[in-house]
């Protein structure tokens, strides 16, 4: 059974938009994007530039230091596809966002 952590409400994002979110241990990206939430890694892996405060296009998420994309549905990088990012479950319950690691 897969473990959820709660990490925003989810009217804190506007659609198109992403922004940091903290749960134990990690600060992720949370993307809001046409109506759907995905949560991935937050450090790009190039320079660690936070994905969080880059820009989106269509369902890449670049990276604001060098521009390095990223899709949010899965995480891989249209500059380098040997270098992904995590991504991770995300459910939306009761107007909160809640985002998964794993089984437990």
């Not at 991935?40 to 320079?47: D, F, G, K």
């Not at 060098?66 to 009761?94: K, L």
Request: proline residues 8%; negative net charge.
């Amino acid at each position: 059974m897969q473990e959820f952590e709660i990490t925003t409400e989810a009217n804190a994002l506007r659609d198109g938009q992403a922004g940091p979110v903290d749960v134990p241990g990690k600060r992720l990206a949370l993307v809001r994007l046409e109506g759907k939430f995905y949560a991935l890694e937050n450090a790009c892996p190039h320079r660690g530039g936070p994905l969080s405060v880059g820009y989106l296009d269509g369902c890449r998420l670049h990276c604001p230091l060098h521009g390095w994309g990223f899709d949010v549905t899965n995480g891989a990088c249209d500059v380098r596809p040997d270098q992904p990012v995590a991504t991770y479950p995300v459910e939306v319950r009761d107007g909160r966002v809640w985002v998964s690691f794993g089984e437990k």
